[in-house]
C-alpha cells in the first residue's frame, strides 16, 4: 500500500554534505511517522532519526545531533535528511521507514548508499 524511494546519496569527502530525500506513494495513506535509519557492513540496522508527520517532533541518535536534520513536506509526502559535518563512520546504506498508523516501522525503501572518504 505504501511505497518509499530513496535517493540522493554518493560519496562524498568528509565535512560534506548530501540531502537524502524519500518520496512516499501508494493506493491509501496513512501518516504517523517516518524514519531513516542506516545500516553499515557488518553492522545491524541502527536508527538515526525520525519525525512526526503531524506535530513535526523529531528525534535522533546522539552521534547525529547537530549534523543531521529530519524534515518533511506534506504536500509532497517527502521525508528528508539533511546531513551536514559527514564523517566516515556516517558510511552505510541509508534507508527510509514508514509507520503510517503507530503499528510500527513496516514499510522500507530500497536504500541510498552514503560513503564518506577520509
Known amino acids: 500500500q505504501v511505497q518509499l524511494v530513496e535517493s540522493g546519496g554518493g560519496l562524498v569527502q568528509a565535512g560534506g554534505s548530501l540531502r537524502l530525500s524519500c518520496a512516499a506513494s501508494?493506493?491509501?495513506?496513512?501518516?504517523?511517522?517516518s524514519g531513516w535509519f542506516r545500516q553499515a557492513p557488518g553492522k545491524e540496522r541502527e536508527f538515526v532519526a525520525d519525525i512526526r508527520w503531524t506535530s513535526g517532533k523529531t528525534s535522533y541518535r546522539d552521534s547525529v545531533k547537530g549534523r543531521f536534520t529530519i524534515s518533511r513536506d506534506n504536500a509532497k509526502s517527502t521525508v528528508y535528511l539533511q546531513m551536514n559535518s559527514l564523517k566516515p563512520e556516517d558510511t552505510a546504506v541509508y534507508y527510509c521507514?514508514?509507520?503510517?498508523?503507530?503499528?510500527?516501522?513496516?514499510?522500507w525503501g530500497q536504500g541510498t548508499q552514503v560513503t564518506v572518504s577520509s
Open positions: 521507514a514508514a509507520d503510517p498508523m503507530s503499528l510500527g516501522y513496516n514499510y
Open positions: 501508494g493506493r491509501t495513506f496513512s501518516n504517523y511517522r
